[in-house]
């Protein structure tokens, strides 16, 4: 299943890019397809099962989620930057 991430702040840069699709049912499942195909992004951004002290990811512009086990469904989109992104 494929879903809308958005980046912005310094995940942006370290991607290169403002938005892709990635793949995944749960949280980590998505940030791990991120990070085989963003590997600066995981490095600077990512821990083993989630991200990184001092980013976010927001899940349909609702609600913040950490939990590696966060379920995303079909036509989600994930936002993820960095907490000091909004200035």
């Known amino acids: 299943m494929s879903i809308t991430v958005e980046l912005f702040g310094i ?4 991607a290169g890019v403002a938005e892709t699709q990635a793949e995944g049912a749960r ?3 998505v940030l791990a397809d991120l ?6 992004l995981a490095a600077d951004c ?3 099962d989630g991200l990184q002290k001092g980013y976010l990811a927001n899940l349909n512009g609702q609600r913040f989620v950490s939990d590696p086990a ?3 469904r079909p036509g989600d989109q994930l936002l993820i930057l960095s907490a000091d992104a909004g200035g």
């Open 70 to 72: 966060t379920v995303i």
């Open 27 to 29: 949280l980590d499942q």
């Open 46 to 48: 990512f821990a083993r």
């Open 35 to 40: 990070a085989r195909r963003f590997p600066r």
């Open 11 to 14: 995940p942006r840069e370290r």
